[in-house]
């Protein structure tokens, strides 16, 4: 389960997340960002609340990621543990801008 609570001001964008980002919950916060990133230029994903990432999840980061470089820029904030973990064993430690 993932929920996703979102916020979008002028050409910034809120996005916090609370569960598991899976292969399950993937394709919803996939579609969440799609609809909501035409004409935002700053993205922060607040991930105090995020539990689990999988490799579906770390996927979509990345389509993310690769959007915001050429719309912006995206950060993640906030970053638990166990997740901080599967970023730095993936090396998304190196390609996320992660406060």
């Known amino acids: 389960m993932l929920g ?3 916020t979008i001001n002028g ?7 609370e569960g598991r980002l899976d292969t399950v919950t993937a394709p919803e916060l996939e579609r969440e960002i799609n609809e909501s990133l035409a004409g ?7 991930f105090e609340k995020l539990e689990y990432i999988s490799s ?10 690769k959007l915001m470089n050429r719309q912006g ?4 904030i906030r970053v638990k543990e166990a997740v ?6 993936t ?5 996320l801008s992660i406060e």
Do not use: C, H, P, Y
């Not at 935002?40 to 607040?46: A, F, H, I, Q, R």
């Not at 820029?73 to 993640?76: A, I, N, Q």
């Not at 090396?91 to 390609?95: E, L, R, T, V």
């Open 56 to 65: 579906a999840g770390l996927r979509v980061l990345l389509a993310t990621q």
């Open 11 to 17: 050409r910034k964008a809120f996005f916090s997340l």
């Open 73 to 76: 820029g995206m950060k993640v």
């Open 4 to 6: 996703i609570n979102k």
């Open 40 to 46: 935002v230029s700053e993205l922060t994903l607040d």
């Open 91 to 95: 090396g998304f430690s190196d390609i």
């Open 84 to 89: 901080m973990e599967v970023f730095e064993i």
